[in-house]
């Protein structure tokens, strides 16, 4: 089994004989707010009672912080290096362009 990925060249360093790939997962991150995460890990952990004590409680102490949004997905980062004759046959991709990479799934 195959999970296929697609990945946008950051940089590409050749060699003379070998290129080198730096690639990023071509993802869009979204941002979330560190209050968000807070919240809803409390409503995950605690039991209604609870919640009904604690939630007001930290809905105002969160009304006077600042809030700071955080990336919800790290992205991948890949380095490949290849024989220049073989960058050549996939089509010698330039820096900003999307490839797909097949890793196989090991068990």
């Known amino acids: 089994m195959y999970d296929s ?8 360093i050749d060699n003379g004989k070998t290129i080198q790939l730096s ?3 071509n993802v869009n991150t979204e941002l979330i707010s ?8 409390l409503q995950k952990e605690l039991d209604n009672d ?16 600042p809030t700071i949004k955080i990336k919800s997905y790290q992205q991948m980062s890949i380095t490949i290096i290849m024989p220049k004759i073989r960058y050549i046959k996939i089509g010698s991709p330039k820096v ?3 490839i797909e ?7």
């Open 5 to 12: 990925t697609e990945y946008k060249i950051q940089q590409i």
């Open 23 to 25: 690639l990023l997962e």
């Open 34 to 41: 560190q209050k968000q995460l807070i919240r809803e890990s």
């Open 50 to 65: 609870t919640k009904k004590q604690i939630l007001p409680l930290l809905d105002a102490i969160m009304k006077t912080q």
């Open 96 to 98: 900003e362009e999307k």
């Open 101 to 107: 990479i097949n890793m196989k799934k090991l068990n």
